[in-house]
């Protein structure tokens, strides 16, 4: 027989001690606690009970192939990518309204290239994302060498580029380039192509922000940006290059969806998926006010922002109510991601 000793007018067996309990039950509750403290823990669970809703309740339609496609690589994937270039702006306290207008227009620019003065496809393909880069370098400029507010600078230039896509395109959307359709399958015209790109590059990224200087420095730029020019970083330069690389990321999306739905149009892109990239950032953990963000938290919110689209079409939700619906579930998740932060914050005092 295991013999017992009493402490404290409680018996306890010989391989208990005070307080400690259930070592599995411990081990348990610590796990919950490290993950509870991640940013990225609210909108992961609300993206896993949003996947088991949908799932549960269509199982034939959502959880076949043809829906997983349209889910991760028609909508997710581009949320993502994009999202990944809000993110690093958010962060030191800036935005880009026109990216989706980089997104309608790039297509465009490696199809006139190509196809009208005679531009070596891969060739074209790779200006266009110069493109995109040169789009963020002139919001760079406008904001930090002139100072205007990022938010108004990318406004205009949004309505430029737009503009500039309807008059080049005459409004009319546009064929692929044949010479370009060898490149389309692993930039985006295979089913699974989209989301390998959003996940490699969302894997950089949130690798650049937490392990590199350039991310130390733009969470710094956003955190106190006179403390860090105190410190001697060049908070213009970080906030050029990160507007370049959103610049790119919009390109890179537009050329891709041209790819993926086999058409350009010069009526993709535009402001919603900009909104829905800003929106996923937000909800997966970044501030909007600068100084902290998540690169993975965006890449699970644009997931989380997808399955709703997807899901809401799946289960027959009528478009006249869907955005109302749509609407009330971003406004739920980030209230459940700010009352979640407060509770860890509080938790860590």
């Given amino acids: 027989?295991?013999?017992?000793?009493?402490?404290?007018?409680?018996?306890?067996?010989?391989?208990?001690?005070?307080?400690?309990?259930?070592?599995?039950?411990?081990?348990?509750?610590?796990?919950?606690?490290?993950?509870?403290?991640?940013?990225?823990?609210?909108?992961?669970?609300?993206?896993?009970?949003?996947?088991?809703?949908?799932?549960?309740?269509?199982?034939?339609?959502?959880v076949s192939r043809t829906n997983a496609v349209d889910l991760f690589s028609e909508n997710a994937a581009p949320i993502a990518i994009i999202a990944v270039g809000e993110v690093l702006l958010l962060i030191c306290g800036e935005i880009d309204l026109s990216v989706g207008f980089i997104y309608t227009l790039a297509p465009f620019i490696m199809?006139?290239?190509?196809?009208?003065?005679?531009?070596?496809?891969?060739?074209?393909?790779?200006?266009?994302?110069?493109?995109?880069?040169?789009?963020?370098?002139?919001?760079?400029?406008l904001t930090?060498?002139?100072?205007?507010?990022?938010?108004?600078?990318?406004?205009?230039?949004?309505?430029?580029?737009?503009?500039?896509?309807?008059?080049?395109?005459?409004?009319?959307?546009?064929?692929?380039?044949?010479a370009t359709v060898g490149y389309g399958d692993w930039l985006g015209a295979s089913p699974w192509s989209q989301t390998i790109w959003a996940v490699v590059i969302v894997a950089i990224f949130a690798v650049v922000l937490t392990r590199t200087r350039w991310g130390l420095h733009t969470i710094a730029t956003g955190g106190n940006q006179l403390g860090a020019r105190e410190a001697g970083i060049n908070v213009g330069r970080i906030k050029y290059g990160n507007f370049m690389i959103t610049g790119v990321l919009g390109a890179l999306v537009g050329v891709q969806t041209a790819f993926y739905l086999n058409d350009i149009d010069p009526l993709a892109g535009g402001y919603q998926p900009m909104f829905y990239s800003v929106t996923a950032a937000v909800i997966g953990g970044t501030a909007m006010l600068g100084g902290s963000?998540?690169?993975?938290?965006?890449?699970?919110?644009?997931?989380?922002?997808?399955?709703?689209?997807?899901?809401?079409?799946?289960?027959?939700?009528?478009?006249?109510?869907?955005?109302?619906?749509?609407?009330?579930?971003?406004?739920?998740?980030?209230?459940?991601?700010?009352?979640?932060?407060r509770l860890r914050e509080r938790g860590r005092t």
């Avoid at 199809?111 to 790779?126: K, Q, S, T």
Wanted: aromatic content about 10%; hydrophobic content about 50%; some cysteine.
């Fill in 1 to 62: 027989m295991s013999k017992m000793t009493e402490q404290g007018g409680t018996l306890l067996l010989p391989d208990e001690t005070p307080g400690t309990g259930n070592g599995t039950v411990d081990r348990l509750r610590r796990g919950l606690g490290v993950f509870g403290r991640q940013r990225e823990a609210t909108i992961l669970v609300v993206t896993v009970a949003l996947l088991l809703y949908f799932g549960l309740t269509n199982p034939t339609t959502f």
């Fill in 293 to 341: 963000g998540t690169i993975i938290g965006a890449g699970i919110g644009a997931v989380a922002l997808s399955t709703l689209i997807d899901g809401f079409d799946v289960v027959g939700i009528s478009a006249n109510v869907v955005q109302i619906v749509f609407g009330g579930a971003i406004l739920g998740a980030m209230i459940a991601n700010v009352q979640l932060t």
């Fill in 111 to 141: 199809f006139y290239l190509n196809v009208y003065y005679g531009v070596p496809a891969l060739l074209a393909i790779i200006l266009s994302l110069v493109f995109g880069l040169v789009c963020g370098w002139v919001n760079g400029f």
């Fill in 144 to 178: 930090v060498t002139l100072h205007l507010p990022s938010f108004i600078t990318t406004l205009g230039t949004g309505f430029i580029l737009g503009g500039l896509a309807l008059y080049l395109a005459h409004a009319e959307p546009k064929s692929i380039p044949p």
